[in-house]
């Protein structure tokens, strides 16, 4: 693989964007297409930022992937440390510069989101539950840029809450799972036992479906949301029970109940 994509994750930086525009969908539906400026610049920002924090990712790992991923660009020799570094250094400039073309409210989000990253990364991700809260806060800022840029931030806040919450749950159940591995962590699991971080976990899962229903009690979505919005509620729900025994099985739940709750929001945006 190219050193360039395999360091940027390319996969993930796609992904990233898909987000952004199923963001700017549920904001306005059909009238994606008049910003389309908007959403290339901030395209442009997504990519750049994820390509960012990968590359940091690597460089502040560089010496666990010489053992555990010595494939990857720096531990195979393919890119020196400093050169990560200073990729990784103009990728977020990029990102920050890109954002100035848009709104206010765009910059705040992206200005956030690039400080949580770099904190996550310089500390947060040894600390447990705020490294658990930097990646569910940048899961959720997704979804609120796609709204900002096409000025309808208040119509996905709901999806981002539930993206927060979910991704929240999920990300402490996984903690659960490395309990045995993670040496070097300070995870949540590790500071107050198993079953008390799984019952944090099994809350912010229901506390997501608690937000599954603003879209429809505030009028932005008709009827045809709420079947498929149910069934993500019974999925995560599921999940906030089923990991207690099997925290493998309740991750893989939480990515498909995340999945059909996007889905419940595309259908209620298209009505």
């Keep these: 693989m190219n050193r360039f994509a395999q360091l940027f994750r390319i996969d993930n930086c796609v992904m990233g964007v898909a987000g952004l525009l199923i963001g700017a969908f549920i904001a306005v539906g059909v009238s994606i297409a008049s910003y389309w400026l908007e959403l290339l610049i901030a ?9 960012a924090g990968n590359s940091l990712n690597d460089y502040m790992d560089r010496e666990v992937d010489r053992r555990a991923h010595p494939e990857r660009p720096i531990p195979s020799g393919r890119l020196s440390e400093m050169a990560a570094l200073r990729i ?10 890109l954002s100035l073309f848009l709104d206010f409210l ?15 990364e310089l500390r947060l991700k040894r600390e447990g539950l705020s490294g658990n809260l930097s990646i569910a806060s940048l899961t959720g800022a997704l979804f609120l840029l796609g709204g900002a840029v096409v000025d309808g931030i208040e119509m996905t806040v709901a999806v981002a809450a539930m993206a927060f919450l979910a991704t929240l749950g999920r990300e402490i159940v996984k903690d659960i799972e490395d309990m045995g591995a993670d ?37 932005f979505f008709g009827l045809g949301y709420l079947p ?16 207690f025994r099997n925290p493998r099985k309740g991750q893989r739940w939480a990515k498909i109940g995340m999945v059909v709750a996007l889905i419940a929001f595309l259908v209620g945006a298209i009505q």
């Design 43 to 51: 395209s442009g920002i997504v990519f750049t930022f994820i390509a």
């Design 88 to 97: 990784s250094s103009v990728l977020f400039a990029v990102s920050l510069g």
């Design 106 to 120: 765009s910059v705040l989000i992206v200005t956030s989101a690039i400080a949580v990253m770099v904190l996550y």
């Design 183 to 219: 040496f070097d962590r300070r995870t949540l699991p590790k500071r107050i036992g198993a079953r008390r971080a799984g019952l944090v976990g099994s809350a912010a899962f229901v506390i997501a479906v608690g937000t599954s229903f603003q879209p429809f009690l505030m009028g």
């Design 228 to 243: 498929i919005v149910l069934v993500a509620d019974g999925i995560f729900i599921y999940c906030s029970i089923v990991h």
